[in-house]
């Protein structure tokens, strides 16, 4: 069959096929979520407005995640699939407009809080169907009972959550959440399910985590938008972009490379296992960080210019989120390559050390030492490495 020849069939995918433009396009959808998110976290300003966000950031990613999966499997571009892939899209995009309104509808309108599950359970669905076709033959039922099992349990949990409200609206919606991986896990465990290209499934998880580190850099223009620019801001947006840069070397320099060589020496089932937990699972926790961190700036460069203390809640989700966010890493490393990185770990440590004095700081301070400990991390980080590779070289003269 030619690529591309009907819209009646999938292209599946081969080993070496990479990540598609409608893809990035359908990316777009969860990069305004997630500005949505930040939004959602300072209008709360709190401990449950964090776990609102980060409640729908997990519905947000099962999303995401499985439509990688799908585009790991066929060609998003072409066939059938472009068309689910639109779909999904388009659900999605409902899905980030009503992010503020998915717990407090307001007057007038639809009731906000059911459009936002109806628009996720959508995508979900379409996905059921899709995925199940695209699996090969033998997985085909497996595949389709997987999904069904983990979207209908929290499907219905959502749509209680959202009809019943308050309280009770955030602990059905966390149930849901859970249920996601715990289902999929158990009903994954022992199925020799595949990656059909291992770059594609690597280059698409690094896009969305390029993505959401772009979160940082709208957080700095939504931080001083308002204000004339000044020296305090000036000082501030490098400080931010420190910390921006940090978390892009953290994870591009060489982590990204060595998880992706690390996943395609593995054989097929071990391979495939491998993706669950570092990607579909580990990269959650990514993304979280950034999110989290990316609130931190926010509020920071809003108030750059003044001397009162950045406060808890702020300091928090700047520390907080870079810690989260450099751990994250560290596990993710560790479950692809088997390697441990203590440096890194030291300053996602640091990072929460830290927070009650970047609470008592002004926002510009806080950014300040936010910025020295990334710095500094993966600073020593990459003089540690230089001399492990300085000491084996003059090992390997020495032998010679």
């Known amino acids: 069959m030619i690529r591309g020849t009907s819209t009646l069939t999938a292209v599946r995918s081969m080993e070496g096929d990479r990540v598609t433009t409608l893809e990035l396009f359908f990316d777009l959808a969860f990069v305004f979520a997630f500005t949505q998110l930040s939004r959602l976290m300072a209008q709360e300003h709190d401990l449950i407005?964090?776990?609102?966000?980060?409640?729908?950031?997990?519905l947000l990613w099962w999303s995401w995640n499985s439509y990688g999966w799908l585009a790991n499997l066929a060609h998003a571009d072409q066939g059938w699939v472009r068309a689910v892939m639109l779909v999904a899209m388009g659900s999605m995009v409902i899905v980030g407009v009503t992010v503020l309104e998915a717990y407090h509808d307001l007057r007038g309108g639809l009731f906000a809080p059911l459009v936002f599950v109806g628009a996720y359970?959508?995508?979900?669905?379409?996905?059921?169907?899709?995925?199940a076709v695209v699996s090969a033959r033998p997985l085909r039922r497996r595949a389709f009972l997987t999904s069904l099992l983990a979207v209908v349990p929290s499907g219905v949990l959502l749509i209680a959550g959202a009809m019943i409200g308050g309280g009770w609206q955030l602990g059905l919606w966390l149930a849901a959440v859970v249920i996601e991986p715990v289902v999929t896990h158990?009903?994954?465990?022992?199925?020799?399910?595949?990656?059909?290209?291992?770059v594609h499934f690597t280059e698409r998880h690094g896009l969305i985590v390029i993505l959401a580190i772009g979160e940082s850099i709208i957080a700095i223009g939504?931080?001083?938008?308002?204000?004339?620019?000044?020296?305090?801001?000036?000082?501030?947006?490098?400080?931010a972009l420190v910390v921006a840069a940090g978390f892009w070397w953290a994870y591009f320099s060489r982590l990204a490379h060595d998880a992706e060589g690390a996943l395609a020496r593995r054989d097929e089932g071990d391979r495939a296992r491998t993706a669950r937990d570092a990607y579909t699972y580990l990269h959650l926790l990514i993304v979280a960080g950034i999110v989290f961190a990316a609130?931190?700036?926010?509020?920071?460069?809003?108030?750059?210019?003044?001397?009162?203390?950045?406060?808890?809640?702020?300091?928090?989700?700047?520390?907080?989120?870079?810690?989260?966010?450099?751990?994250a890493t560290v596990w993710f490393r560790w479950r692809t390559t088997g390697e441990t990185n203590a440096v890194r770990?030291?300053?996602?440590?640091?990072?929460?050390?830290?927070?009650?004095?970047?609470?008592?700081?002004?926002?510009?301070?806080?950014?300040?030492?936010?910025?020295?400990?990334?710095?500094?991390?993966?600073?020593?980080?990459?003089?540690?490495r230089g001399s492990r590779r300085h000491c084996g070289s003059g090992d390997r003269s020495t032998s010679a």
């Open 49 to 58: 407005g964090v776990v609102q966000a980060m409640t729908i950031l997990a």
């Open 121 to 131: 359970l959508l995508a979900r669905i379409t996905h059921i169907f899709a995925f």
């Open 222 to 239: 939504a931080g001083v938008a308002q204000e004339p620019i000044d020296l305090p801001i000036l000082l501030g947006i490098v400080c």
């Open 186 to 198: 158990r009903m994954s465990s022992g199925v020799d399910w595949r990656v059909g290209s291992t």
């Open 345 to 384: 770990l030291t300053g996602a440590v640091a990072s929460v050390l830290i927070v009650p004095l970047l609470g008592a700081l002004p926002a510009l301070g806080a950014l300040a030492i936010v910025s020295l400990v990334v710095v500094g991390a993966l600073g020593l980080e990459s003089m540690s």
């Open 295 to 327: 609130l931190g700036i926010e509020e920071a460069l809003a108030h750059v210019g003044s001397a009162a203390p950045l406060g808890w809640f702020n300091a928090a989700a700047l520390g907080g989120g870079t810690a989260g966010y450099l751990a």
